[in-house]
């Protein structure tokens, strides 16, 4: 009865495992702007990249400037902050929403650009 007990067991642990492995398969791995920083060449294929809103391009109302979460806890005056631009293909996000931006990056004549295919807001922060 025991050998029993322990086979459902293991079934049920193998087929738990199988669902966790099928849910993540496809999923893009997550990257912060700072870890990006200059150098997004480094970066193959899609990833999605988690970031706030600081600013929206005055040319192109679909390129959004992408900082770090972690440049809202700045509040001296020597901050680093790290914008990368991110071309949105739908709805555009506001200054202060942060989000998930899935997608590559591209090289263009004035510089790389992540393409995003899908945008995500998660939080909203007020940046007066």
Do not use: W
Request: hydrophobic fraction near 40%; aromatic fraction near 8%; glycine fraction near 10%.
């Amino acid at each position: 009865m025991k050998k029993y007990r322990h086979l459902v067991a293991a079934l049920f642990l193998g087929a738990a495992i199988a669902l966790m492995m099928a849910g993540c398969q496809g999923d893009a791995k997550v990257v912060n702007v700072g870890e990006v920083g200059d150098k997004p060449d480094r970066f193959n294929g899609e990833i999605t990249l988690a970031g706030v809103v600081g600013a929206i391009s005055p040319y192109d109302k679909t390129v959004v400037g992408l900082m770090d979460v972690q440049e809202l806890k700045c509040k001296t005056g020597n901050c680093e902050k790290v914008f990368i631009p991110v071309r949105v293909a739908e709805q555009v996000p506001l200054v202060g929403d942060e989000i998930r931006a899935t997608g590559a990056f591209h090289k263009y004549p004035n510089g790389y650009t992540f393409d995003a295919k899908k945008v995500k807001v998660v939080k909203k922060h007020n940046l007066k």
